[in-house]
């Protein structure tokens, strides 16, 4: 992970997840690194908590629940407002969760939607007008491996599955318009096959640190590779 004071200095990076293990050490590593971040949680409760652990300066947290689009266009012109223009988004909303084939709860396949694809692509599609308008900003996903998929039920794998062609196809309509040439989709593919443990985290954030400067649109190789 880069120890650089200044190596985020002038981004507004908004994150998807940053109550998960892997998006709050992002968020942390930002603020380390001279950034200021715009921090979405889907469940009230969380905004107490992920502010006590982040503090109030340069940072902002919000509710953003997985389908509320007007709730996600707020809290992008929240973001705007009170930190600067958004340069960056980090959607790393997840959830892995092993189960037994055919074992899964009734609603595990909206759960895995809502948590892998939907947290993350309605903000960022919230954002876009915005970045659009600037010409500038990148939008990075977290997606998964092979070892990863591997490990994952047939729920979360299809939730996954439709982060990476989501991804694919942002990247794609970004990269073919001479409008928005300065905003970039972007993919991290972690490759692991259970629960991230602390190095996997730390090679992982400082993959994203890097993302978030110059970038090629596409996919990136997996963190730590």
Same mark, same amino acid.
């Given at each position: 992970? !880069?120890?650089? @004071?200044?190596?985020?200095?002038?981004? *507004? &990076?908004?994150? /998807?997840?940053?109550?998960?293990?892997?998006?709050?050490?992002?968020?942390?590593?930002?603020?380390?690194?001279?950034?200021?971040?715009? @921090?979405? #949680?889907?469940?009230?409760? %969380?905004? *107490?908590?992920?502010?006590?652990?982040?503090? !109030?300066?340069?940072?902002?947290?919000?509710? #953003?629940?997985?389908?509320d689009?007007?709730?996600?266009?707020?809290?992008?012109?929240?973001?705007? =407002? $009170?930190l600067?223009? #958004?340069?960056?988004?980090?959607?790393?909303?997840? !959830?892995?969760?092993?189960?037994?084939?055919?074992?899964?709860?009734?609603?595990?396949? +909206?759960?895995?939607?809502?948590?892998?694809l939907?947290?993350?692509?309605?903000?960022?599609? $919230?954002?876009?007008?915005?970045?659009r308008?600037?010409?500038?900003?990148?939008?990075?996903?977290?997606?998964?491996?092979s070892?990863?998929?591997?490990?994952g039920?047939?729920?979360f *794998?299809?939730?996954?599955?439709?982060?990476?062609?989501? &991804?694919?196809?942002?990247?794609?309509?970004?990269?073919?318009?001479? $409008?928005?040439?300065? #905003?970039? $989709?972007?993919?991290? %593919?972690? =490759?692991?096959?259970?629960?991230?443990? =602390?190095?996997?985290?730390?090679? !992982? +954030?400082?993959?994203?640190?890097?993302?978030?400067?110059? /970038?090629?649109?596409? *996919?990136l190789?997996?963190?730590?590779?």
């Amino acid at each position: 992970m !880069t120890t650089s @004071a200044n190596g985020c200095r002038g981004h *507004v &990076v908004v994150i /998807a997840g940053a109550t998960g293990r892997l998006g709050s050490a992002l968020a942390r590593a930002v603020l380390a690194n001279g950034g200021k971040v715009a @921090a979405a #949680v889907r469940k009230p409760w %969380q905004v *107490v908590k992920l502010r006590e652990q982040l503090g !109030t300066e340069g940072v902002l947290v919000g509710l #953003v629940p997985s389908l509320d689009t007007e709730a996600a266009a707020g809290f992008a012109k929240g973001a705007n =407002d $009170a930190l600067g223009p #958004v340069t960056a988004f980090v959607g790393a909303a997840g !959830t892995f969760a092993p189960r037994t084939p055919g074992r899964e709860p009734g609603s595990d396949l +909206v759960d895995q939607l809502e948590a892998n694809l939907l947290a993350n692509a309605t903000l960022a599609r $919230a954002l876009l007008p915005g970045l659009r308008k600037r010409r500038r900003g990148r939008l990075v996903f977290v997606g998964a491996g092979s070892a990863c998929l591997a490990a994952g039920s047939a729920t979360f *794998v299809a939730a996954k599955e439709a982060v990476h062609g989501f &991804v694919r196809a942002l990247a794609a309509d970004l990269a073919s318009d001479p $409008a928005v040439r300065g #905003v970039e $989709a972007t993919m991290l %593919q972690p =490759d692991f096959a259970a629960r991230m443990g =602390d190095a996997e985290i730390a090679s !992982t +954030v400082a993959a994203l640190l890097a993302a978030l400067g110059p /970038a090629a649109p596409g *996919v990136l190789s997996p963190a730590g590779s």
